[in-house]
């Protein structure tokens, strides 16, 4: 098979999956080797990236997918129902940012950290897809630990955990101390969009999806 017609035929398939495919399975279909496909996808890459056309080829988590690339996303805007748009609050980006920097981390980990409750939160963002219910923490009462999915990734243009922007553990452990350091009455009025700390790890994540 021509390289131009592999090409194409790695295309093809991306589009007919319509989900995220390994270089060894399109290799298995093209009955070429890994190598020779990785180097087509690059190639095809480079193709999507140099010529104006409104999709490109992004690998999330080590497999390739087609997606649209974000400048368009206004105009495809217009086009999806508001029911299926993602609507945030500043406490689901609280919350999805900690579960992020920290998973797997359970839903009572997660409120020591905010110092408040967010059973909302991670229902809304387990129904939005953006995390699962990874495991069970081995301790009384085995609660669920919560991680973040590749569609997480897709929104915020990573293509693996290790692109999030560098929050130190350091940020992370004073948010708990002071969490930890307050009387109950403070925990529990407390204003989350004062909190400059979580506000720099939200600051952080959300410019990835910008």
Do not use: H, W
């Amino acid at each position: 098979m021509e390289a131009v017609n592999i090409k194409a035929a790695i295309e093809a398939m991306l589009f007919a999956k319509g989900e995220p495919l390994s270089a060894d399975e399109m290799a298995g279909a093209l009955e070429i080797n890994r190598e020779d496909t990785i180097k087509y996808l690059t190639e095809l890459i480079d193709d999507y990236t140099s010529e104006d056309r409104g999709i490109n080829i992004v690998q999330i988590n080590g497999k390739y997918e087609l997606a649209t690339k974000k400048e368009y996303y206004t105009v495809l805007a217009s086009l999806v129902s508001r029911d299926n748009n993602y609507q945030f609050t500043e406490a689901m980006l609280e919350t999805l940012s900690i579960v992020a920097y920290r998973q797997p981390v359970t839903r009572s980990q997660v409120e020591d950290i905010r110092g408040v409750g967010c059973a909302n939160q991670i229902s809304r963002l387990v129904e939005y897809g953006l995390i699962y219910e990874s495991d069970r923490l081995n301790a009384p009462g085995r609660p669920f630990l919560f991680a973040t999915t590749d569609e997480f990734l897709r929104l915020f243009n990573l293509s693996s955990l290790d692109d999030l922007p560098e929050v130190s553990e350091d940020l992370l452990g004073q948010m708990k101390l002071e969490v930890e350091n307050e009387t109950p009455g403070q925990t529990e009025n407390k204003d989350t969009d004062e909190n400059n700390e979580e506000d720099e790890i939200i600051e952080e994540v959300s410019k990835n999806g910008d």
